[in-house]
């Protein structure tokens, strides 16, 4: 079974930047779609933002123009690079692989942001 694995989160200043990473185990990273989703204390995980098999994009309107996901299929990983961050991103992030018939979640990985 493929397994991701993240990396990048910690503690950073309002206003700050932090650049998230997930890492597939399986090359069947490149034809899937992946994503970026959070889940903040007393919150329902919700999508921040997916990128598909042929890096077309979406985004949750609370983070438009402030982050942006990408992908290296040589490399296995998807990015999430976070700008402009405020306490209300303050979450456990998720990365998540889909495929049909396979649907994966990474461990989670801590953000959080001090104003």
């Known amino acids: 079974q493929v397994q991701l694995v993240e990396s990048g989160g910690g503690l950073v200043q309002a206003g700050g930047s932090l650049r998230l990473s997930c890492t597939a185990s399986?090359?069947?990273?490149?034809?899937?779609?992946m994503g970026w989703y959070r889940q903040a204390p007393g919150k329902q995980r919700e999508l921040v933002a997916t990128i598909t098999s042929v890096s077309s994009t979406n985004y949750a309107d609370s983070v438009k123009g402030r982050f942006t996901i990408a992908r290296d299929n040589a490399k296995n990983t998807v990015y999430l690079q976070m700008s402009s961050l405020n306490s209300e991103d303050t979450a456990v992030y998720y990365c998540?692989?889909?495929?049909?018939?396979?649907?994966?979640w990474g461990q989670g990985t801590q953000v959080t942001v001090s104003s």
């Open positions: 998540r692989l889909q495929i049909h018939g396979t649907d994966r």
């Open positions: 399986s090359n069947i990273f490149s034809i899937s779609t």
